[in-house]
């Protein structure tokens, strides 16, 4: 009876220092924050009644997720495509595609960006050069617009996108792969009839975080979109820190936590959180 | 053995990626030599101002030196958190363990700009009641990214801690080790290499972190991500290309050793 007395006391004492730090510090902000979304302006549901009628908060949603979903189908492919030579090339090619995807994960999302405006910008690489060559006489419109935003926010994703599919085609068995081209399939045929259908899984658990990471997307839309691209992320810090409209803030950020919260439970029907580390 | 090896096309769609992927590291290189005041690339001539800037330059050093102080700080907060909380979970194992990690770990899956705008709300309301502990301050930095990096501190503990054997643990309860002697001499010398890539994790997690920064400081606590976001948004300062190569280069030296010691092993 003592042993479990001071096993639950241990416990107790050991974990509520994290846990009264995360409620003070996150939680009880955070429901200040939907407290927002309430009362400011005015008390009552006027923030959300906004939401579903500002034209300007509409096209952003509407930007946002088209952004999304083309940078999650793009991110998804290219992953995929440098997945394969990690997990089944050669020793060398392992190498070499290890490193072309963990360097570019562990620089900052800062440096990246502004790679990309070094590449893209009017007096960029690309234009420098095209120029130089005569193909083009004007700067090509490449960065502060959409197309910026995708190559810069695909370019973050790629390597989130390369973790779960890796593990899908790690644990897939060789020998079935063997029988198909045993049996007469071509290299083709087998990749696309057993190979990817064998790795849906990765796939899917891929996608999704891809796509609930580009929803929350703020630095890269905001440096290589030049504030003509705004997303919702940039949405809200507009909203509360150049036209103060905290209430507005904060109700897109918990419709935003609420529609990332259903997202999250989808990804968890679907596929075991341990196929995707 | 035969094994199924990617076929040329493959090959060849890899390397398209992988081009894609090394691009804008490269293409920072050109612009930090440029000579020009501004973005440019070098027309034929080079020079190494922007370097100098860096170092001339007071901003740059002192934005350096607070990230440095507030990584360690939060680092050091975030780890002792994760482990005493880790440690509690694997040596007991309560009950609703599955729902306390999952609480644990929400900073780490809500949006960025979400947990942002909560650790604004945060740092204003306790500004009211300190000058030193709160909106654009270091210590109230440090508790931001503490809270961003503690989940990810917690991961990697809890994994380190699933490939650990229990039967230690009960030897050394059966021996009449106290909870404070199982912890801290047997448990944590078998999870040291998990305790110090956490640290390390955090420490970078903190140093990069621009997201919930740029909510949380003004004019006071830059840090050096917040002060290239200044130089990104306004004026595009070549200065940031030579600081980005500088990062890019120790970010290559130090998985080039990691993978060689890993080799080794």
Sequence with gaps: ?277 | MPTYRPGPVSLILAVLVALFLLMPLLAVIPVSLTPSRMLAMPNGELSLRHYRSLIEDPRWLQSILLSIRIGIVSSAISTVLALCFSLGVWMFQPRFTAALVGFVLLPMVVPPVVSAITLYFLLTSVSGFSSFFGYDTWLGVAMAHSVMTVPFATVLILVSLSQLDRRIDLAARGLGASVWERATRVIMPNIKFGIITAALLSFVLSWEEIGVTLFITSVNAITLPRLMWMGLRDNIDPAIAALSVILIIITVLVLAVRSVVTRQR
């Design chain 1, 1 to 277: 009876m003592r042993g479990v007395l001071s096993d639950r006391m241990g416990a107790a004492l050991l974990m509520a220092p994290l846990l009264l730090f995360l409620v003070l510090a996150y939680a009880w902000p955070f429901l200040g924050v939907v407290k927002w979304s309430f009362t400011l302006p005015t008390p009552g549901l006027g923030q959300y009644q906004a939401l579903l009628t500002d034209d300007l908060v509409q096209s952003v949603f509407i930007r946002t997720l088209r952004i999304a979903a083309i940078v999650t189908v793009v991110s998804v492919a290219a992953a995929y495509a440098i997945t394969v030579v990690w997990v089944r090339g050669s020793p060398a090619q392992r190498l070499v595609a290890e490193f072309c995807i963990l360097v570019p994960f562990w620089i900052s999302v800062l440096t990246r960006a502004f790679g990309w405006v070094a590449l893209l910008s009017n007096r960029g690489l690309i234009n420098t050069w095209l120029q130089s060559i005569g193909f083009i006489s004007e700067p090509l419109a490449l960065v502060r617009n959409e197309f910026g935003v995708i190559v810069g926010m695909t370019h973050f994703l790629i390597p989130f996108a390369v973790f779960p599919l890796a593990s899908a085609m790690r644990s897939l068995d060789d020998r079935v792969l063997l029988a198909a081209r045993g049996l007469g399939s071509s290299r083709m045929r087998t990749f696309w009839t057993v190979f990817v259908p064998m790795t849906r899984s990765g796939i899917i658990g891929s996608a999704l975080i891809v796509f609930v990471f580009s929803l929350g997307f703020f630095v890269t839309p905001a440096i290589l979109g030049g504030g003509r691209s705004v997303m919702i992320a940039e949405l809200i810090y507009l909203r509360i820190f150049q036209s103060p409209d905290w209430g507005l803030g904060a109700a897109i950020s918990v419709v935003l936590v609420l529609f990332v919260g259903a997202l999250m439970a989808l990804l968890f029907r679907y596929v075991r959180p341990k196929q995707l580390i």
